[in-house]
């Protein structure tokens, strides 16, 4: 019985479990349908099969208007994109060359051979009757025994002949064929740069084969200066000014543009800092203290600078015990720079000065080591004097010291 139970109670679930099925697939089947003929009712509409129904104003469908030309044709316009930067890049970017360092090596077997031994960018800055002249940086040049100049991709590379270098500064300028040359960047006013206006990177990084490359991005700020180390003992040398810049500036963009949005020269790109997780450190000389540096350079093959005629070293690196034996200063005096050796007939000499004294002021500038030193006299010409405050023997005294032309290094 059980068995004959379980056996009838099976075909009443599926007669129920059948009858249910069909229910739901016919109203599942009614409201899709339903719904189908609601999608189509607008096109039904238009169509003329349901002549009584209009849809609603909102859902009218818009015609599109076409703007005839004078002979009744329909006109497909084009749209040339422009921008300050596009311009700003047209006006400089074929006055920014490639600048290709030449130097002697020896191959596998002992033979020497000329070679490629790195490039850099350059800026083509001036024309003088058959003569152009570019500007780039000392390191980019350094070591050369020739320098060649590419102008256009796929044109062959000029002949460059070194006017001048400057090793402190890190500026040299070229002199190449001028009748090569089609475009001559104009320098701007980099004193009256603000911090968050847009600046445009343009050089080769990496090499010629990426020359030209754009990149964009903003003064990010006007007041930085750099300690030079330009003899490599570890010591700074001299302090530049120098723009920084968020400007993508990769290796061989050394000597390139940093332009504003008016396509003016404001800065040439010099230095980047390169360190793990450090993006959009680029730092550039500004025009305005390169352009002395350029004119003395063409003028004179060096730069003219003033000098006392003394070998600074900072107080800094001095051991602690020498500051009272022999130096003899003050407890209060921290900083400051010592004469290591003075030149006879020096302007220094002359003026009385001596070996050991310790400067710490000049006119009313407080220096603190040698490349600050270097910079407020940078800032002098020649035959000016300056007032120097400095120490001998535990006390203060002041003299004035005419300054000559330095020495070419």
Same mark, same amino acid.
């Given at each position: 019985?059980?068995?004959?139970?379980?056996?009838?109670?099976?075909?009443?679930?599926?007669?129920?479990?059948?009858?249910?099925?069909?229910?739901?697939?016919?109203?599942?089947?009614?409201?899709?349908?339903?719904?189908?003929? %609601?999608?189509?009712?607008?096109? #039904?509409?238009?169509?003329?099969?349901?002549?009584?129904?209009?849809?609603?104003?909102?859902?009218?469908?818009?015609?599109?208007?076409?703007?005839?030309? +004078?002979?009744?044709?329909?006109?497909?316009?084009? &749209?040339?994109?422009?921008?300050?930067?596009?311009?700003?890049?047209?006006?400089?970017?074929?006055?920014? &060359?490639?600048?290709?360092?030449?130097?002697?090596?020896?191959?596998?077997?002992?033979?020497?051979?000329?070679?490629?031994?790195?490039?850099?960018?350059?800026?083509?800055?001036?024309?003088?009757?058959?003569?152009?002249?570019?500007?780039?940086?000392?390191?980019?040049?350094?070591?050369?025994?020739?320098?060649?100049?590419? %102008?256009?991709?796929?044109?062959?590379?000029?002949?460059?002949?070194?006017?001048?270098?400057?090793?402190? !500064?890190?500026?040299?300028?070229?002199?190449?064929?001028?009748?090569?040359?089609?475009?001559?960047?104009?320098? $701007?006013?980099?004193?009256?740069?603000?911090?968050?206006?847009?600046?445009?990177?343009?050089?080769?990084?990496?090499? #010629?084969?990426?020359?030209?490359?754009?990149?964009?991005?903003?003064?990010?700020?006007?007041?930085?200066?750099?300690?030079?180390?330009?003899?490599?003992?570890?010591?700074?040398?001299?302090?530049?000014? &120098?723009?920084?810049?968020?400007?993508? =500036?990769?290796?061989?963009?050394? $000597?390139?543009?940093?332009?504003?949005?008016?396509?003016?020269?404001?800065? =040439?790109?010099?230095?980047?800092?390169?360190?793990? $997780?450090?993006?959009?450190?680029?730092?550039?000389? +500004?025009?305005?203290?390169?352009?002395?540096? =350029?004119?003395? #350079?063409?003028?004179?093959?060096?730069?003219?600078?003033?000098?006392? $005629?003394?070998?600074?070293?900072?107080?800094?690196?001095?051991?602690?015990?020498?500051?009272?034996?022999? %130096?003899?200063?003050?407890?209060?005096?921290?900083?400051?720079?010592?004469?290591?050796?003075?030149?006879?007939?020096? +302007?220094?000499?002359?003026?009385?000065?001596?070996?050991?004294?310790?400067?710490?002021?000049?006119?009313?500038?407080? =220096?603190?080591?040698?490349?600050?030193?270097?910079?407020?006299?940078?800032?002098?010409?020649?035959?000016?004097?300056?007032?120097?405050?400095?120490?001998?023997?535990?006390?203060?005294? !002041?003299?004035?010291?005419?300054?000559?032309?330095?020495? &070419?290094?």
């Amino acid at each position: 019985m059980g068995y004959y139970d379980d056996d009838f109670y099976d075909d009443r679930k599926k007669s129920r479990r059948g009858g249910a099925s069909t229910f739901f697939i016919s109203l599942v089947s009614a409201i899709i349908g339903g719904l189908i003929v %609601l999608m189509m009712v607008p096109t #039904l509409s238009k169509s003329g099969y349901l002549p009584g129904f209009t849809l609603p104003p909102a859902e009218q469908e818009q015609p599109t208007q076409e703007t005839p030309n +004078p002979n009744g044709r329909n006109v497909n316009y084009s &749209v040339e994109v422009g921008s300050g930067v596009v311009d700003a890049v047209k006006k400089v970017e074929n006055a920014v &060359v490639g600048v290709i360092n030449i130097q002697r090596s020896r191959d596998f077997f002992g033979q020497s051979e000329e070679g490629e031994a790195g490039t850099g960018s350059g800026i083509v800055f001036r024309k003088a009757g058959d003569k152009a002249y570019i500007v780039t940086n000392y390191h980019v040049i350094q070591g050369a025994q020739r320098v060649q100049v590419s %102008l256009i991709k796929g044109e062959k590379n000029l002949d460059a002949k070194i006017v001048g270098r400057d090793r402190l !500064t890190d500026l040299a300028v070229l002199e190449v064929d001028g009748s090569k040359v089609q475009q001559v960047a104009e320098f $701007g006013d980099s004193s009256q740069v603000k911090a968050g206006e847009p600046a445009i990177a343009i050089g080769n990084p990496l090499g #010629l084969e990426f020359s030209r490359t754009v990149t964009q991005g903003i003064i990010s700020s006007v007041e930085r200066t750099m300690p030079i180390d330009s003899n490599g003992d570890g010591e700074p040398d001299y302090e530049v000014n &120098v723009l920084q810049t968020d400007a993508a =500036i990769n290796p061989g963009n050394s $000597g390139g543009a940093l332009v504003n949005i008016a396509g003016q020269v404001i800065g =040439i790109n010099s230095l980047k800092i390169a360190k793990a $997780g450090v993006e959009g450190l680029g730092f550039a000389i +500004p025009i305005d203290d390169a352009s002395k540096i =350029i004119d003395d #350079l063409i003028k004179y093959k060096s730069v003219q600078r003033p000098a006392m $005629g003394v070998i600074p070293v900072d107080l800094s690196s001095i051991p602690r015990e020498a500051y009272k034996d022999p %130096l003899q200063l003050p407890n209060d005096v921290e900083s400051g720079v010592v004469i290591k050796d003075i030149s006879p007939m020096s +302007p220094a000499d002359k003026a009385g000065l001596k070996r050991y004294d310790v400067m710490v002021q000049l006119d009313d500038q407080k =220096i603190t080591n040698q490349a600050g030193l270097r910079k407020y006299l940078f800032q002098k010409s020649i035959g000016d004097t300056v007032k120097v405050t400095f120490y001998r023997d535990g006390k203060q005294q !002041t003299v004035n010291v005419t300054l000559a032309k330095q020495e &070419v290094e």
